[in-house]
Structures are given as C-alpha cells and as structure tokens.
C-alpha cells in the first residue's frame, strides 16, 4: 500500500498542485470583486460561498448565482474560472488514467492485492515459483486435493492464463520476479502457514537463486527445487535444499528399473496416477541387443549412463559430439533424422531407439524413419511440449518422456501423499517378484481402474471417533477400518500398503495389525472407499459397531432412554432378588 501512496502522490503532484492553485486563485478572485444584494448594495462574497461557486462552475455543474444575482465582472471572471480550471481538470484526469495504466503502477496494485489475499489465508499453502508446464500441472495436483497454493511468475501471459483455469480452490498469483526477495516475501514466504517453496522454472539459474533466497530469509522451511545439470543440484544441495529433481535421472532410472523389474515400475504408475485412468499393461524393455540413443544431451547422457550400468549394447547419434561429450560407446555423427545416419549406427539390428533430442519435431522425424527401417523396435520419445501429445501417441513410441510431467508428478507425490513417497522408496528394495503379487492383489480388487490413494493419521482431526472411544481404540486392528461400516461381516475394497509407528515402518501390514494413536497408514482401494473408511473414524457408533459388533442406539435422546431401560431393569432384578 505504501508503494501505492507513492506512486500515485509523485504522478499526481503536478496536477493536484496545478489544481489547488488554480482553485485558490478562482476564489480569491470572487471574494476581492466586488458584488451586491438584490437591493443594489455594494457587499463582498465569503469563502464558503466562493469556493461552492468554484466547485460546481469548475465542473461544468452550474447552480445558478448565489448568495445574490453576480455583476457583469463577476460573471467575466467565473467565465475564466471555468475555462482554465476545466482544462486543468482534463489534464489531471488524463495523466490519472496514464497513471492506472502504467505497469509499476499495475505491479504495485497487483503485490497489493496478493499480499492481503495471502494475508487472509487460514489454511497451509505452498509457494509455486514458475507457472509453466511444471508448475501449471503441480498446482493442479495441490488443489484437486483441496490444498492450497500461491503462484509467481514473471510472464504475464501465464498468470493470465491461471486466472482461467477451473481450479477446486482459489490460487492468488502475481506475476513477479521470483529471483528478488522482496517479491518471495510478498507472495507470502514469511506467512507462518506456508509450508514450503517450490522453484520449477526452466533456468535452473531462477531455481538456484530462488532456493538460496528461500532459505536465507526462513532456514526451517522446506524447499523443493527443480534442476537439470549436475552442478545445480551440487550447489543446491550445499545449503540445505530438501528436495531436488532432476527429470533426466529420474526417467533414466525409471527406464533401468523397467529392465530389471518390470512389475516395480508397473506398481509405481498405478500407485502415482490419476484414479479415473485405466490399469496399463507393464513395460518390457528389450535387455539384450543394441539400443541407438539419438541426441546426446542432458537427457541422453543420462539414459546412457544408467543403460550402460545395465551391461546394453550403446551406439549414440549425435549431430555435434564434440560439443556434448564422445561418450565411451560407438558415436555416428548426424541428427538421426536420416535413414543414412541412422543405417550407419545399425538401426537394422538394434532392438531399441531413443530419440532424445530438445525438439519435438526432430524426434518424431527421428522415430518415424527409424521405425520405415526396423518396424521392431522398442521407441522411447523424450516429448518437450504438451501440445504435441496427439503427435506422440500416432506415432507409435511404446515410452513418452516428458520432462515437466515426471517433475510435477514427483513433488506432487512428494506435498500431498508423503506416505507413498516412503512406500515407493522401501519397496524398490523388494523382488520383482514381490510387486508381481501386490499388482495382482490390486487387479483384483479394483478390476480396471487405477486405484485410489490416500493417507490418514490417527489423531483429532482425522480419526475423533478413535480417540474419543478409548476401548474401541485399545483393540483397534486394520481390518476394522477396511471393514464396512454398514455391513460388518463385508470388507472394503481397500488394501492397506503402508504402516508407520513411532519411525517404525512396515510395507504391505497384516490385518491383524493393532493402530494406536498417531499411527499413519497408507491404503489404496476403489472409489469411495476412503469415504466408509473416514465414516468409521469419525463417527463413534459406526466404530463401536465395526470394533464390538455392538449396534447399539446413538444420539443423545436415544442414549438417555437406554440408559432408563437399563435402570428400570436393574430394579425390577433388585425386587425379584428381595422377594
């Protein structure tokens, strides 16, 4: 507001000068000529009545000649008064609407608005730096779970643009340098209920400096940052970031894990995706054989780097392999868009293609000659734009890499289900074998659709009923919360993942398993589920009647009579047991 204030006296002080001068000349000038009354006595105007003549001749109003009819020269001189002061008026009018339209003066209102807006939150946000592929998809992901965000970008196009989106809960955005402080504290950093900052622009400069900011000016918060090169992420890390992805390492990790453990990577999409999707099938890499890898850029060096580690057959494509680094591999020079280049790297004996370059259109020329040579292959397409999707899926690719998606994917992961996160970390310690069960266990229970994902805790908020109802939560087990609150002897279609308690954790628990007091528990089931599942931990007589088997009446009115029954039947006793 103080920037406001500012704004508005330096634009405006010429005009507003010019103004009052022009006033306190107009009215000097009615009080020193001289007038008279209706009787043709010579009197003098007051003040009062000058300045209201002033006022409402200078607007073009006019009320007519009070106190008393005006002179010839009083008449001259309100004829200039109107002349000069509406000229005046126009042009303090015009340099206001130059003042409104001026993008400082926009900024400042802009800040302004969010920093009340942001001042008036009551629930937990993050602060979404970057409103692009990445971010636009992370705050998706937060308000689809009713949590909040605070978005700042510094294109005006995009911030416009999420004023458009149909989002579950409102999003204050202003359109910013992330990178400056005082533009971080502005969109709430200092809030005491944001809970963390998230720095997803493409410039891994921006995220850098965004993290260093973030946690110089509040040190306990958590960062999540985005990077693309080894550097960054070092550098990051040395002051204490939290979390850092990088989306090339974590698809070329992916992609290996798939060669080892297929059904582990099948587990993770259906536990990390939408729950209106429909199940996928696993994915199969090719393990022996030759893979040509086109583009030796961030993104191929990683996949060459963990498919080497795998013991594959490499030969790399690459139009300038100079400049990005001659890998130990076979290197054919070219951009793989040509069947010559591509005849040279042995595209007619290798079992696999990935085309990684940095432009959509160079990849799907690179796939789409190299399947005209080898209708065999196995296709990974690194995709860079989301536009482009129709694109990908026509042109026959069995993997889509999308940079922004696996980031958004990951932290959304990571802010709104911290338990799968843990899961997915645990289990990669598991056989193959291992997930090949819990995907059956899954196909069954919820047939088609991939399931649905939540966490509760066992505390006031989540569970009151639990810890209201002492002897109910003293033998309180698993399958009592996948039971059906309607039907006892019927179970949920839920299955529980994960149990922790007291940092104590346990992968796939059984249903014996007893739930204490600020136990957390990760289940995945069908839709609707998770609503029985929250009905039995809310409401006392529903746990009792999962618990006990006791369905007893609930409500106070219904309590107080059972309670008469049960005194009116504890004295008839008494009075047989006398006779």
């Keep these: 507001m103080d920037s406001i204030v500012f704004l508005i006296m330096r634009r405006m002080r010429a005009p507003l000068i010019m ?8 009215i000097l000038g009615l009080v020193l000529i001289p007038a008279q009354d209706s009787a043709g006595n010579p009197v003098s105007m007051g003040f009062f009545h000058a300045f209201y ?13 009070i106190p008393n009819p005006f002179t010839d020269a009083q008449r001259l001189w309100v004829s200039f008064v109107i002349f000069g002061t509406v ?22 209102r802009a800040e302004s608005r969010l920093r009340a807006r942001v001042a008036h939150l009551r629930d937990p946000f993050y602060l979404v730096c970057g409103y692009g592929q990445t971010g636009s998809a992370l705050v998706k992901a937060l308000t689809d779970r009713h949590q909040h965000a605070v978005v700042i970008d510094s294109d005006q196009e995009r911030i416009s643009l999420l004023a458009l989106e149909n989002h579950r809960e409102y999003v204050p955005a202003l359109c910013a340098d992330a990178r400056r402080p005082s533009n971080l504290l502005a969109a709430g950093l200092d809030h005491p209920l944001c809970q963390g900052v998230v720095a997803v622009s493409n410039v891994n400069e921006t995220n850098l400096k965004i993290a260093i900011a ?23 890390a040395s002051f204490g970031t939290d979390h850092i992805y990088d989306p090339f390492d974590a698809f070329a990790l992916y992609l290996a894990i798939a060669l080892e453990a297929p059904c582990m990577t099948l587990l993770w999409d259906w536990l990390t995706g939408e729950s209106d999707e429909p199940l996928t099938e696993p994915l199969y890499p090719p393990v022996k054989g030759l893979w040509v890898i086109c583009g030796f850029g961030r993104f191929g060096r990683a996949l060459y780097r963990h498919l080497k580690d795998q013991g594959l057959d490499l030969m790399v494509v690459d139009a300038k392999p100079h400049l990005t680094g001659i890998p130990g591999a076979a290197v054919v020079q070219g951009r793989g868009t040509e069947a010559a280049t591509l005849e040279q790297a042995h595209i007619d004996r290798a079992v696999a293609l990935v085309a990684g370059t940095d432009d959509d259109a160079t990849n799907l020329s690179i ?11 196995f296709v990974v397409a690194r995709k860079n734009h989301l536009d482009n999707q129709e694109l990908f899926d026509r042109v026959g690719a069995q993997v889509v890499m999308h940079p922004s998606i696996i980031i958004a994917d990951g932290i959304r992961v990571r802010l709104t289900l911290p338990l799968l996160w843990e899961f997915i970390h645990y289990s990669r310690f598991q056989e193959d074998a291992w997930a090949c069960a819990l995907i059956s266990r899954i196909s069954a229970v919820l047939q088609d659709q991939v399931p649905q994902v939540w966490q509760i805790e066992i505390n006031n908020e989540q569970a009151g009923a639990v810890m209201a109802e002492e002897e109910c939560a003293a033998a309180l087990t698993i399958d009592h919360l996948i039971t059906d609150p309607r039907d006892r002897e019927r179970r949920l279609a839920v299955i529980p993942l994960l149990l922790e308690h007291n940092d104590e954790r346990r992968l796939l628990p059984a249903l014996t398993d007893r739930v204490r007091k600020g136990d957390q528990l990760l289940f995945c089931g069908r839709e609707g589920a998770r609503g029985s599942m929250d009905w ?32 009116r039947q504890r004295r008839g006793g008494v009075e047989e047991a006398d006779a």
């Design 19 to 26: 103004l009052i001068v022009s006033y306190a000349v107009a």
């Design 53 to 65: 003549v002033v006022a409402y001749t200078s607007t073009t109003i006019g009320f007519g000649e």
């Design 87 to 108: 000229a005046i008026w126009i042009y303090a009018a015009g340099a206001l609407i130059a003042l409104l339209q001026e993008p400082t003066f926009r900024r400042a």
């Design 214 to 236: 973030a946690k110089l000016l509040r040190p306990r918060i958590k960062v999540i940052c985005r990077a693309d090169s080894h550097e960054v992420e070092a550098n990051m």
């Design 367 to 377: 796939i789409m000659t190299a399947l005209q040579l080898n209708r065999d292959l």
């Design 536 to 567: 039995t931990l809310i409401d006392r007589h529903a746990l009792r009647y999962v618990v006990t088997g006791e369905d007893g009446p609930d409500g106070w009115v219904w309590r107080q009579l059972a309670r008469r029954r049960q005194r």
